[in-house]
Structure formats: C-alpha cells, structure tokens
C-alpha cells in the first residue's frame, strides 16, 4: 500500500509506473479538491437569485460544513430540514420493472410499479414500506410499469393510484391478463412439481388481487394540476408513448421550500396515427430535476 514510508511500493496492485507520487501528494491533492467542491456547493445552495434565505450544510462522509463567515458574514444562517428522499427500487441497469420510491415528510410515494420481465440479470429491490405506501403515481400502462401493483396491493397498500383517464382503462384490461398469466404458469408448474415431489407452486398474485387494486384508481386528465397531499402537487402531460402515458411533473414542499422534480416514464413513439408527439420543449425550459 502507498504511505508516508512507502510512497512507491512496486507490489502494491495501483502500482502502474515509476511517478514521484508521495502519500502527502495525494493527501493535498485531495484537500484541494474537496475545497474546490465545497465553493461549488456554496455558489449552487447560498448565492441564489434573490439572497433571501441562507442554509447550513454538512456532508457526512467529509465533514464539510458552510459557516457564517464563509458566506459573506450573514449575520444569520436559517437551518432548514429538508427530508425528501428518492430511492430506486427498479429499472436501474436495465429498463424493466420500473419502480421509484419518494419519501417526504415522513410519507411515502411509489412512481411506478412494475413487473421485471426477460432474464433476471439484475435483481429489483423489494418495496420496504408495502403497507405505507400512501399513494401510486402511474405513468403508463405497460406492464413493466405497472404489473406489480396488484401484488402491492396482495402486501397490504390500500391507497390511491393515480393515472390518466386512458392508462386507468387500459389497466383494467392488462392486469387482470397478467393475473391470468400468473395463474395458468402456476397451474403448468404444479402439474411437474407434483409428479417430481416439488413444493407447491404459489403465483405471485392472482385474480383477486387484481379487481382489489382496481378498486384504488383514480382518473385523472391530462394538464391538470391535482394536490394528492397537504405537501404534494401532481400533473401530468402525455409523452407520446401509448394511449394515456405520461410524465409526471410533482411538486413537494417541504419547511416552506417547493421543489418540483419530473417522471418522464417511457419518452415517445414516433410516426403513430393516434398517438400525439411527444412535447418536450417545456420539460427543457421550465424544469430544474427530470428523472428519466
């Protein structure tokens, strides 16, 4: 390893030429670097517009912290608690079972909830908070975004699911197909489990499940600005991808700061007679956050 003895240990597996490198060079290297960062942060959280509210940060991992003086002397730094976390829970490194996790002020959004289909290459998270999901954000109706819900629903949620008036009846159309692919593979499976003296085995949700979760949707029009909590305003625009898909423009407030972060679920589908194209002028020219 490189240290303050042993700047240049040919064993060490880094070790790729022969560089007057020292342990102290990588050291200030460093500090330099983090103090670069930490102006970065500064001109991006404090010197914004209107210099109406100042904030105190401290970053966990390299203990960087802003101070009454780093900022120009205020004579008052606000401390502002800002909780909102996103987490994905699907469709990262791959484009199937799409599924993002919003926590704000101690309540819970899922934005999508879909089933993983193909091979299994990457596993999907399972959703920590089944039972205290409050509210579904759908933003279309394709199963890798939506096929999972009613096993959320089989888990316990039993809040609304927001959609667009078409994505709302496509779904009452493809979720119960699913839950009959569901039941017929496990019907296939127990037919050879038994004869080999397999386990017993179990879909992931039947039938059921299905017409229950249907029971949760709530239509919604396009361009329409809806508030689904006393913290958080939704709308949705079609993206041009099927009939009633969406992206999903949501607005959280937290400790008097508003913040608005866009869903663009899948983008486009071109040359389609009824599909309408896909606007994406206004995601660029007003939007500060858009998750992909």
Known sequence: MI???NPRDIADPWYTGDFDVTYNDVLEGCTALLKEIKKELLKLFFYTKHLKKYYTLK??????????????G????ERKCVSMKITFLGAAHEVTGS???????GKN???DCGLEQGADIFENQEIPVNQMILNVLLTHAHIDHSGNLPLLYKNGFRGKIYATNETSDLCEI???????IQETEAKWRNRKAKRAGREEYVPIYDMDDTIGVLQ??????????IRILENVEIRFHDIGHLLGSSCI???????GITKKTVFSGDVGNTNQPIIKKTRLRFMIRTIPIILL
Request: negative net charge.
């Open 99 to 105: 599924c993002t996790l919003i926590e704000t002020n």
């Open 216 to 225: 949760q949707f709530r239509p919604c029009n396009y361009d329409e600005k």
């Open 174 to 180: 493809m979720l119960p197909d699913s839950a009959h």
């Open 249 to 255: 423009e949501i607005w959280i407030t937290e400790s």
């Open 74 to 77: 205020i004579n008052k730094i």
């Open 3 to 5: 240290g303050p003895d």
């Open 59 to 72: 970053h966990k991992k390299y203990n960087l912290f802003v101070t009454k003086a780093e900022i120009g």
């Open 109 to 111: 959004i899922l934005v």
